[in-house]
Each structure stands twice: as C-alpha cells, then as structure tokens.
Nanobody, 123 residues
Framework: QVQLVESGGGLVQAGGSLRLSCAAS????????MGWFRQAPGKERKFVAA???????YYTDSVKGRFTISRDNAKNTVYMQMNSLKPEDTAVYYC?????????????????WGQGTQVTVSS
C-alpha cells in the first residue's frame, strides 16, 4: 500500500556529508510521521531522526547538530542531510512511515519501511 524507497547512501570520508532521500507513494503522505533509523552489523535497528506531519523534528543525541531531517510533501519525499559524518555513523539507513502525531522513536511505532541504503564512513 505504501512504498518507501531510500537513496543517497554511499562511501564518504570522516567529516564529509551525504544527503539521504526517501521517496514515498501514498495518498496520505502529508499526514505521515516519517523517521530514519539505522542498523549496523550485529546491532539493533536504532532511531536516528523523525519528523511529524506538522514538521516537528527530533534527533537522537549522537546526531544532534550534524543531521537535519526535512520533508517535501509536494514531492512525497523525506530527506536527511548528514554532515560531519563519523565512522560510528556507518550503518544501513532505513526510512519509515507511521501515523503517530507525536514524535515516534521506536520501530514498532512505524507501519512501513524502505529497503535501506548503506552509509559507510571511513576514518
């Protein structure tokens, strides 16, 4: 019903930047809360950033001041600008969509997931 497709991942040196995109299909996109999660090998999938349908945003402490989440409802797309990247940011990044009106930071608060895009940060 709702499809999410991430893009923009890649290999970057520490201190560099990447911009992730998540293209969504669905008639109610503008009302979805959107989130970014990441999962490193052998680790749990963890919250990175979220933005509500009203454009309130929240970030996990480790990325505050470096990452910025935004959305363009006209394009059915959510973005995450990632600056000052660190090797610890290396992971597969997943876009997620849900119907929560409050900021959602848990995986079970989201209904739809993309396939993920790899981000690798070298030292």
């Amino acid at each position: 019903q709702v499809q999410l497709v991430e893009s923009g991942g890649g290999l970057v040196q520490a201190g560099g930047s990447l911009r992730l995109s998540c293209a969504a299909s669905g008639r109610t996109f503008s009302r979805y809360a959107m989130g970014w999660f990441r999962q490193a090998p052998g680790k749990e999938r963890k919250f990175v950033a979220a933005i509500t349908w009203s454009s309130m945003s929240y970030y996990t402490d480790s990325v505050k001041g470096r990452f910025t989440i935004s959305r363009d409802n006209a394009k059915n797309t959510v973005y995450m600008q990632m600056n000052s990247l660190k090797p610890e940011d290396t992971a597969v990044y997943y876009c997620a969509a849900g119907s929560a009106y409050m900021i959602a930071t848990a995986t079970n608060e989201y209904d739809y997931w993309g396939q993920g895009t790899q981000v690798t940060v070298s030292s």
